[in-house]
């Protein structure tokens, strides 16, 4: 008898979907459903959210990362089924540069060290493709070879629930006659799932319009995602929202979502497109543009660089107290850089919030007339104030001052679930315990009828 030896891989891929349709988590699925009779997973697929500013990103900057077992003579096999699923599935489009890559055994610090960068700072294609060729078992790429980029950020980030936190999100997908077609379910049974499973489940409704949010609204393959704590109460929520059209299948993800992954990593430094975090000094009164965002400006502490702050319109809430911070007022920003070339200056755009400091601010006003009561006016600078109904004049009256009511609170500030970007961790997400293990699910994936 001859004793088959296990090898463990590591794949990630990237870039195979556009505007025009696809998802990468659904050819993920179909992957899955290819080689699950010749490989063991050893982790949920994962779905790896990257730096959320890249300006060539689809929607959401996710990438796949896979960890499996496999009997060596399959390896080649197994890589083959999935460099033909990638060919068979990417939508071609100049935007479109699928990437895959293979790791042996260990996970190089590398890769590791590769998988933070992607989660803050823009990395380049050449870089990829070094650490591609020199530290992967195998690598693959269609087009320009960006998606290496997520691939290896997908590989070395893999969320170990020593040191990271993470979600899971289950994802359905619809049969290929209904893409395109407006989603339909029994929208009752969402805001059932969602009252009986919360906080174990999050950002499935918008906690200020109470609008539903897991159903996409694009052309691409998914019918709705549920994000939540544990796999378990995710099949759970599926089990309570009732589709009006037929499904295809569904996988459930290991993810980064939900989490502030990225601003662990963030520091103050700015560059376009790259993530930041650090403690601000406002400078300037907010502006309420048109189309309601909202921007003003202050200077980072310790390095007194001036920059634009930005609050966008669907984030309600958020924006109106954004909207209340004042000069001198230290607030710890959280965003996305984006520089401007037309007014010279970064921009944070801000994905959340925490106020430090409300500074005092006071207004000054004319004091009332001894004689008549009536406020009187200034008699000329250094002159002291007179009353215009009585004549009275005292050249040594002041201004009163007095305290403006700040009606801003120190606090954090987060946008409400439909202006939330993928990595921001929810309110409701504060008071939920760290994971201390991956609790595997039977039927993590399958085909949809049969949940
Ligand atoms: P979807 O969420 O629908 O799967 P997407 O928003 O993930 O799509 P992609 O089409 O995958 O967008 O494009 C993102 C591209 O950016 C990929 O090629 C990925 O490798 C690359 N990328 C990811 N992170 C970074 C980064 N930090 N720096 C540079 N490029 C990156």
Known sequence: MTLQRDTILHIGFDDTDSLQGSCTTHLATIIIEEI?????????????????????????????????????????????????????????????????????????????????????????????????TNHCFDHYFIGNGRGLIGGLAAIGNNLNPRNEDFTYEILTYRIPDNYGTKRRLEEETVYEMDNKLSPEVFNNIDEETNKILICPAGPDPVFYGIRGEEADKLLEASSIVKPKEPLDNYCIFRTNQGTDQHFNYADNQVENFRVFKGIIQITKKPQVLLGGHIILQGKIEHSEKLVDLAAFEPSKGFKKKINKLLPNDRILAYGGIKYKKELKIHTIQLEKCEILTISDHYKESSPYCPKCSKRMTSAGRNKGHKCKKCGFKDSNTQKIKTKIERKIDIELLIPPAQAQRHLVKPHRRYTVKRKERVKFVENWWKKYTNL
């Open 36 to 132: 699950d009779a010749q490989v063991t997973f050893l982790d949920y697929p994962r779905l790896i959210r990257n730096n959320p500013n890249i300006p060539w990103k689809t929607r959401g900057n996710g990438a796949i990362g896979f960890t499996i077992k496999t009997p060596e003579e399959e390896v080649d096999q197994v890589i083959v089924t999935i460099k033909k699923s990638i060919e068979s599935y990417y939508q071609p489009d100049e935007n479109t540069n699928p990437g895959l890559v293979v790791v042996k055994g260990n996970i190089p610090e590398i890769i590791k060290e590769f998988s933070k960068r992607a989660l803050i700072e823009v990395l380049s294609i050449e870089e990829a493709k070094d650490i591609a």
